[in-house]
T-cell receptor
Framework: QKEVEQNSGPLSVPEGAIASLNCTYS??????FFWYRQYSGKSPELIMF????GDKEDGRFTAQLNKASQYVSLLIRDSQPSDSATYLC???????????FGTGTSLTVIP | DAGVIQSPRHEVTEMGQEVTLRCKPI?????LFWYRQTMMRGLELLIY????????DSGMPEDRFSAKMPNASFSTLKIQPSEPRDSAVYFC?????????????FGNGTRLTVT
């Protein structure tokens, strides 16, 4: 079983819609959860992180965490074509300094 | 802040040759990670260092791979001898170890092609 699981997609949404990206993790003791965006040929860049149950909003982005269900999600409101990228979920485990990444979800926002 | 600096950006080499990838972490960061990314396997953690000490190298594929961090501002990943299946993008990332929820900051990566 992989530490972090994501649907690989591709996920397509029309411009202006809400894109919903999901991630599950296996280590119940995981502490922190990160969403990265990676454009083709570029390095991952941090969008936001969350460590408490509930929602955390940053501009058009909302991260949601449910530790009981071992589930974290990212919502992108008012999706723009520039949001088209691969979104990586990362989990910082409780056992140390480990960062595990999912394989990423490819998002395409259609103008 | 210059960010994490990796060199070279691209490396093309022939099978059997030695390859050395370099990384300079963000100044003040004391935890450094090496990842490999391929389409098939995504981002794989190879090894990470805390305060220049290797903590977990269980992700290093085999003995052909080695990594060092001689000081807080420099790390190398060496592949000797290289093989075509080593072709991938190699990322270095750094963070503050002692700051809770400190994220990883990635370098621009080295695209390695072994022919």
């Amino acid at each position: 079983q992989k530490e972090v699981e994501q649907n690989s997609g591709p996920l397509s949404v029309p411009e202006g819609a809400i894109a919903s990206l999901n991630c599950t993790y296996s280590d119940r003791g995981s502490q922190s959860f990160f969403w990265y965006r990676q454009y083709s040929g570029k390095s991952p860049e941090l969008i936001m992180f969350i460590y408490s149950n509930g929602d955390k909003e940053d501009g058009r982005f909302t991260a949601q965490l449910n530790k009981a269900s071992q589930y974290v999600s990212l919502l992108i409101r008012d999706s723009q074509p520039s949001d088209s990228a691969t979104y990586l979920c990362a989990v910082n485990t409780n056992t140390g300094n480990q960062f595990y990444f999912g394989t990423g979800t490819s998002l395409t926002v259609i103008p | 802040d210059a960010g994490v600096i990796q060199s070279p950006r691209h490396e093309v080499t022939e099978m059997g040759q030695e390859v050395t990838l370099r990384c300079k972490p963000i100044s003040g960061h004391n935890s450094l990670f090496w990842y490999r990314q391929t389409m098939m396997r995504g981002l794989e953690l190879l090894i990470y260092f805390n305060n220049n000490v290797p903590i977990d190298d269980s992700g290093m594929p085999e003995d052909r791979f080695s990594a060092k961090m001689p000081n807080a501002s420099f790390s190398t990943l060496k592949i000797q001898p290289s093989e075509p299946r080593d072709s991938a993008v190699y990322f270095c990332a750094s963070r503050f170890l002692q700051v809770a929820n400190s994220p990883l900051h990635f370098g621009n990566g080295t695209r390695l092609t072994v022919t």
